[in-house]
């Protein structure tokens, strides 16, 4: 029964910023890279941000390469997404995702991932 809850998300205005919070429980958090997805309407997915399971690595895709962090707290079990200089074209759902690793690309990354929370909508007014 695992149980993701994906919050912080918001109306903001281009150049803003938002943090994002997942808390997960019912699942051995360590023991999965996590990170975001997110999904904007009439599009499919897209993976923007991964953390290995220490945190020792991360990746992000070329959309928000330089404008997002992600990081994460074992102890708590939540993953983080700070989001920066936010743009019109980051307006999604926000979704958060674990994979049993390694990071072997945005094709691929929780490819296979069923347990998906309600997400936290993230809109970006210009």
């Known amino acids: 029964q695992v149980q993701l809850v994906e919050s912080g998300g918001g109306l903001v205005q281009a150049g803003g910023s938002l943090t994002l919070s997942c808390v997960a429980s019912?699942?051995?958090?360590?023991?999965?890279?996590w990170g975001w997805v997110r999904r904007a309407p009439g599009k499919d997915g897209e993976g923007i941000a991964c953390?290995?399971?220490?945190?020792?690595?991360?990746y992000y895709s070329d959309s928000v390469k330089g404008r997002f962090k992600v990081s994460r707290d074992n102890a708590k079990n939540t993953l983080y997404l700070e989001m920066n200089d936010l743009k019109p074209e980051d307006t999604a759902m926000y979704y958060c995702?674990?994979?049993?690793?390694?990071?072997?690309?945005?094709?691929?990354?929780?490819?296979?991932?069923?347990?998906w929370g309600q997400g936290t909508q993230v809109t970006v007014a210009s």
């Open positions: 995702a674990a994979d049993t690793g390694p990071f072997t690309g945005w094709a691929t990354f929780a490819a296979d991932f069923t347990d």
């Open positions: 019912g699942v051995d958090f360590v023991n999965y890279i």
């Open positions: 953390i290995t399971w220490t945190g020792g690595s991360t």
